[in-house]
């Protein structure tokens, strides 16, 4: 669990890499969260979200949904098949995409349509999943212009938008938005709520904020009384 | 170039320089410099990109990157005939994934190569 909000990473309950590792942490993955539900019957904690890790291990280094090999795609799908699944036995009510690896360090490597071909293809059987499951969670994907890679797909609001709405996919997601990530793309800290709100895709927030000079990821408690009013 | 030779040019578009010479670039031989060097630099540009492309080697290594979506599993993920249960049980069956380079240097070295 991550501290400070009720939403589960699975990278931070399952062990790294090992042999078996998909068999050992699905296992692991079944046993922990029998624990987390007992728990939150305790407490009355409710999940406001899963999400998968695909960008720490180094077999999604060149990606996950959009990796160039079909092995580490299919590795992906796996993960998310299990935390999908996972999040739907925990109660979650929403189910995010942060795709820290979906982008590219250098284009010159980089065949850019077909690599969101397939995270659209990706997204789809994501669909068709939660379908097949009968989860009723919102998918959200969470916006970020770089970093971990130098180009992230799902770059601000709008680029994601667009990206949606290129692939029929508009109507099955919405977004998260962090604003700590809009600074990042150049905007104003508000931005991408005011944008994603308008267009009725505003999902869920992930309430952090950065520092405006150093120039990446700093994750800080918001308490900027201005920001927060906005 | 490289961008503009693969889409098979850009008619009826075209490279407008949208430039102007600095301030203190003040003789009329500055504006003929600065027209010619320019285009110049596209056409250095322009020969480059066709030696790329002729050469096929830079279009070759990243059509091997995603070679493994020529076929088989990778296939059906784009034919959009595969499912997350299909992948699960590739993955289980196939195990941790090959470790493959990104290669940017050599990618980055091979377009220095050309010039």
Redesign the interface.
């Given at each position: 669990m991550q501290y400070g909000k009720p939403a589960a990473n699975e990278a931070n309950i399952i062990p790294p890499?090992s042999?078996?590792?998909?068999?050992q942490s699905n296992a692991i993955f079944d046993e922990i969260s029998d624990y987390l539900l007992v728990k939150q019957k305790e407490t009355g904690v409710k999940l406001l979200w899963g999400t998968s890790n695909l960008f720490s291990s180094?077999?999604f280094?060149?990606g996950g949904a959009t990796n160039?090999?079909?092995?580490?795609?299919?590795?992906a799908?796996?993960k998310?098949?299990?935390c999908m699944e996972i999040t739907h036995k925990l109660g979650g009510v929403n189910y995010v995409f942060w795709g820290g690896r979906e982008g590219y360090?250098?284009i010159?490597?980089?065949?850019v349509k077909?690599e969101l071909?397939?995270m659209a293809?990706?997204f789809?059987?994501?669909i068709?999943?939660k379908k097949?499951i009968g989860a009723g969670f919102q998918f959200l994907i969470e916006p970020k212009p770089r970093e971990p890679t130098k180009h992230q797909y799902d770059y601000d609001a709008q680029t994601t938008m667009g990206f949606l709405q290129n692939y029929g996919l508009q109507n099955d997601f919405k977004l998260n938005i962090e604003p700590n990530h809009t600074t990042l793309a150049g905007h104003d800290y508000e931005h991408d709520m005011w944008v994603a709100s308008q267009y009725g895709f505003l999902g869920s927030v992930d309430s952090n904020t950065g520092d405006p000079l150093v120039g990446w990821d700093t994750d800080q408690f918001p308490m900027d009384g201005e920001r927060a009013k906005q | 170039m490289l961008i503009l030779l693969r889409q098979g040019g850009l008619d009826p578009g075209g490279l407008n320089f949208d430039c102007k010479v600095r301030r203190e670039s003040t003789n009329l031989d500055d504006m003929f410099i600065a027209h010619i060097g320019a285009m110049d630099t596209f056409a250095r540009g322009l020969k480059a990109a066709a030696a790329i492309i002729a050469d096929k080697v830079?279009d070759g290594?990243?059509a091997e990157?995603?070679s493994?979506?020529d076929s088989?599993?990778?296939a059906k993920?784009?034919e959009?005939k595969?499912?997350?249960?299909e992948?699960?049980e590739?993955?289980?069956k196939?195990?941790?994934?090959?470790?493959?380079s990104?290669?940017?240097e050599l990618?980055?070295m091979t377009?220095n190569y050309y010039c």
């Open positions: 890499n042999v078996d590792w998909l068999l180094t077999r280094m060149n160039p090999n079909a092995h580490s795609f299919a590795f799908a796996a998310v098949k299990k360090q250098t010159l490597n980089t065949d077909r071909d397939h293809a990706f789809k059987m994501a068709e999943h097949n | 830079m290594m990243v990157r995603y493994t979506f088989g599993i990778g993920v784009e959009g595969s499912s997350f249960a992948l699960e590739f993955a289980l196939s195990g941790e994934p090959e470790k493959k990104g290669q940017q990618y980055e377009l």
